[in-house]
C-alpha cells in the first residue's frame, strides 16, 4: 500500500495527468484522410478546380458515413473486430447531388464553352513560382553547379 501511494503522490506523475485528460484519439481524422486519398490519390496530379471538388466529394462521403449503425449477422447478433464493425455504405444521397447537379445546369443561362475566370484565392495568382521569385536563367544555373563529389579545393 506504501508503494501504491507513493506513486500515486509523486509530483512528476501528478502534473502528467493533464497529458492524460486532454487526450484525443485521433482514428476519425485518419479515416478521413483516407478517405481524401480514395478521392484524390497523391500519385495523381488534379487541377486546381478538380482537386477542390474532389475534397468536397471526400467530405460529402465521410459526413453521410460517419455515424452508420454497427453491422449485424443475419441472426441480428453485432459484429465485432477487435472493434465494432459498421455497416456497409449506402449511397442514397447521390441520386439528390445528381438531380441539384442536373438542375444547376437547366437552369444555368450559359454555354457550357463559356470561359470560367478564377477566383483571386487561386494558387495560379500569387505567382508563377512557389520562391515567390523570378527563376534564374539555365546558363546562371549552370555556372553555380556544383557536385557534392567534387573534392574541396580550399
Not at 39 to 55: G, L, Q, T, V
Not at 111 to 132: G, N
Request: proline content about 5%; some cysteine.
Amino acid at each position: 500500500m506504501d508503494v501504491l501511494r507513493k506513486v500515486i503522490m509523486e509530483k512528476r506523475w501528478e502534473e502528467s495527468l493533464i497529458f492524460y485528460v486532454w487526450f484525443k484519439h485521433t482514428s476519425f481524422l485518419e479515416n478521413f484522410n483516407s478517405m481524401m486519398l480514395k478521392y484524390a490519390p497523391k500519385r495523381n496530379s488534379f487541377d486546381f478546380i478538380a482537386f477542390c471538388i474532389r475534397m468536397l466529394l471526400a467530405a460529402i462521403d465521410h459526413n453521410m458515413h460517419a455515424f452508420r449503425s454497427q453491422a449485424t449477422t443475419k441472426g441480428g447478433k453485432l459484429l465485432w473486430h477487435p472493434e465494432p464493425v459498421k455497416a456497409e455504405k449506402s449511397f442514397e444521397y447521390i441520386p439528390y447531388l445528381m438531380a441539384l447537379i442536373l438542375k444547376a445546369r437547366v437552369d444555368d443561362k450559359g454555354i457550357t464553352e463559356r470561359v470560367v475566370s478564377l477566383p483571386d484565392e487561386h494558387p495560379r495568382h500569387l505567382a508563377p513560382t512557389i520562391a515567390l521569385r523570378e527563376s534564374p536563367e539555365l546558363i546562371d544555373l549552370v555556372q553555380q553547379y556544383q557536385s557534392r563529389f567534387a573534392s574541396k579545393q580550399e
